[in-house]
């Protein structure tokens, strides 16, 4: 592709919004996405503003034979919001959210943002439940699943999702949903990334608010074991309004800490509650003949200022990794190991084993492309750092975790959290999903028009 290619100068003249080239001012402040790992050059950065924008760009991207990427919010831990060489399809000025409080639906843009979708929906006392970083895409977020503080009430964001209106390879805006094209929709929920650019998406909402109970109780290493047992028997008998995570990790920095535990391995259980927070601590109790903690905190806030919080520290510009899995159960060994890990873990890094159950273990495993409803926890391995010399060590430390927990996976992996490029699909979906994906994808995309993604190959 050149600059004055006729192909690329009868697009332009047909699209409506900012079309930004490597020789243009503004093309290297266009190219930048969330994380610093990738530092990667497009041939073409394109802001649609309309539909017909989309169709125009994924049209176009066909006749010139580029790679496509697509943009939402940008967070892709893979580096899939951008590429070498192709077009980046950048959805950030599609960014409206709408409520219909009387039917409790809200319909968010392609590009809106989880922050933008929770003030819509809180300010008439509903809520979609999300992801836990206000400025994350609704879209890649919904598409890959949506874990957050609300999981156990209401569900994945997926599992939320009531239609999808997306452009497809040969350029077509169709509208899926469990009535328009349900095979379809059924792929979307859990692959969509692999089947077009999604430009608007339709939720149920739930009453909800305006507080949220958050906390966290961290404990020395050396009552990792009993904590555990006492954070699987809360799960088990835990209300849904109880979201809880159990993590391995390092006390720094140090001066954070009291002297006993900084600079070592610790153990949080950190919890959300969707409440007051008198409840909240009742709903604890059976952790308390657990162990002594070290350090608590919990407090009951507005539920939009506990999902900013973290907005400012996981900031664009980070170098991060994720290594995530699903379990029924971790063995005792597994978490020793793991206690023993973090006392080399660098930086910002731990080891966590999120709770499922509640509302998302309503949702049959057949039921969507996403495989893990049925799994006791979610697991991650994950690092947070800034200076690029310190890429190799953090990236092991999270592959040295996950190896450990290993033996205690079960089938699926949530892949939003799956870093490594050209990972086999069958590991994220399983083999029976796998069938009937690739079928949809030879229906809908038989050309693999939309591979910036973990691929499912037609």
């Given at each position: 592709?050149?600059?004055?290619d006729?192909?690329?100068d009868?697009?332009r003249?047909?699209?409506?919004?900012?079309?930004?080239?490597p020789?243009?001012?503004?093309y290297?402040?266009?190219r930048?996405?969330?994380?610093?790992?990738?530092d990667?050059?497009?041939?073409?950065?394109?802001?649609p503003?309309t539909?017909e924008?989309?169709?125009a760009?994924?049209r176009y991207?066909r006749e010139?034979d580029l790679q496509?990427?697509?943009?939402g919010?940008g967070?892709?831990?893979?580096?899939?919001?951008?590429?070498?060489?192709?077009?980046?399809?950048d959805?950030s000025?599609?960014?409206a959210?709408?409520v219909?409080?009387?039917?409790r639906?809200?319909?968010?843009?392609?590009?809106?943002?989880?922050?933008?979708l929770?003030?819509?929906t809180q300010a008439?006392?509903?809520?979609?439940p999300?992801?836990t970083v206000g400025h994350?895409g609704v879209a890649g977020l919904?598409?890959?699943?949506?874990?957050?503080?609300l999981?156990?009430?209401?569900?994945l964001?997926l599992?939320?999702?009531a239609?999808?209106?997306?452009?497809?390879a040969?350029?077509?805006?169709?509208r899926?949903?469990?009535t328009?094209h349900?095979?379809?929709?059924w792929?979307m929920?859990?692959a969509g990334p692999?089947?077009?650019?999604?430009?608007?998406?339709?939720?149920r909402?739930?009453?909800?608010?305006p507080n949220?109970?958050?906390g966290?109780?961290i404990?020395?290493?050396t009552?990792?074991?009993?904590v555990w047992?006492a954070?699987?028997a809360?799960?088990?008998?835990?209300p849904?309004?109880l979201g809880v995570?159990?993590?391995?990790?390092r006390a720094l920095?140090e001066d954070e800490?009291?002297?006993?535990?900084?600079?070592g391995?610790?153990?949080?259980?950190?919890?959300?509650?969707a409440g007051?927070?008198?409840?909240a601590?009742?709903?604890?109790?059976p952790l308390?003949d657990?162990?002594t903690?070290v350090?608590?905190d919990?407090?009951?806030?507005p539920?939009?200022e506990i999902?900013?919080?973290y907005?400012e520290?996981?900031?664009?510009?980070q170098?991060y990794?994720?290594?995530?899995a699903?379990?029924?159960?971790?063995?005792?060994?597994?978490?020793?190991?793991?206690?023993d890990h973090?006392a080399d873990?660098t930086g910002?890094s731990?080891f966590?084993a999120?709770?499922?159950?509640?509302?998302?273990a309503?949702?049959?495993e057949s039921?969507?492309?996403?495989t893990?409803?049925g799994?006791?926890?979610?697991?991650?391995a994950?690092?947070?750092?800034q200076d690029?010399a310190?890429?190799?060590v953090s990236m092991e430390?999270?592959?040295r975790?996950?190896?450990?927990a290993?033996a205690?996976?079960v089938?699926?992996r949530?892949?939003?959290?799956v870093?490594?490029?050209g990972?086999?699909?069958a590991?994220i979906?399983g083999?029976?999903?796998m069938?009937?994906?690739v079928?949809?994808?030879r229906?809908?995309d038989p050309?693999?028009a939309?591979?910036?993604n973990h691929?499912i190959r037609?």
């Amino acid at each position: 592709m050149t600059l004055v290619d006729p192909v690329l100068d009868r697009f332009r003249s047909s699209f409506v919004g900012e079309v930004i080239t490597p020789v243009d001012a503004a093309y290297d402040n266009a190219r930048l996405v969330w994380s610093a790992l990738y530092d990667r050059r497009p041939g073409l950065v394109v802001r649609p503003e309309t539909v017909e924008d989309v169709t125009a760009a994924v049209r176009y991207a066909r006749e010139a034979d580029l790679q496509v990427a697509v943009r939402g919010g940008g967070h892709s831990i893979t580096g899939f919001s951008t590429c070498d060489g192709g077009i980046v399809i950048d959805l950030s000025r599609m960014r409206a959210v709408s409520v219909d409080p009387n039917r409790r639906l809200a319909r968010a843009d392609g590009g809106a943002q989880l922050g933008e979708l929770g003030r819509a929906t809180q300010a008439h006392g509903l809520v979609c439940p999300v992801g836990t970083v206000g400025h994350t895409g609704v879209a890649g977020l919904a598409l890959g699943g949506g874990v957050g503080r609300l999981q156990r009430r209401f569900g994945l964001t997926l599992d939320n999702l009531a239609a999808v209106e997306l452009i497809t390879a040969d350029g077509t805006h169709v509208r899926a949903s469990e009535t328009d094209h349900p095979d379809l929709f059924w792929a979307m929920r859990g692959a969509g990334p692999n089947f077009g650019v999604v430009t608007s998406l339709e939720f149920r909402l739930h009453p909800f608010g305006p507080n949220l109970t958050r906390g966290i109780r961290i404990y020395r290493p050396t009552d990792a074991l009993p904590v555990w047992q006492a954070f699987r028997a809360l799960l088990a008998m835990a209300p849904r309004e109880l979201g809880v995570s159990y993590v391995i990790g390092r006390a720094l920095p140090e001066d954070e800490y009291p002297a006993e535990i900084a600079g070592g391995p610790i153990v949080i259980v950190a919890f959300n509650y969707a409440g007051a927070e008198a409840d909240a601590v009742a709903a604890l109790a059976p952790l308390a003949d657990a162990a002594t903690s070290v350090m608590d905190d919990i407090s009951e806030k507005p539920y939009l200022e506990i999902q900013a919080q973290y907005d400012e520290a996981y900031g664009w510009g980070q170098r991060y990794y994720a290594f995530g899995a699903f379990a029924d159960d971790l063995r005792p060994e597994t978490i020793q190991a793991l206690v023993d890990h973090a006392a080399d873990a660098t930086g910002d890094s731990g080891f966590t084993a999120a709770g499922q159950g509640g509302a998302m273990a309503d949702v049959p495993e057949s039921a969507t492309a996403f495989t893990g409803h049925g799994a006791g926890i979610r697991t991650i391995a994950e690092s947070q750092w800034q200076d690029p010399a310190d890429d190799g060590v953090s990236m092991e430390w999270c592959r040295r975790a996950m190896v450990i927990a290993a033996a205690d996976s079960v089938v699926g992996r949530y892949v939003n959290e799956v870093f490594e490029e050209g990972t086999d699909p069958a590991t994220i979906y399983g083999s029976e999903k796998m069938d009937r994906l690739v079928a949809i994808k030879r229906a809908w995309d038989p050309d693999n028009a939309f591979r910036t993604n973990h691929n499912i190959r037609p």
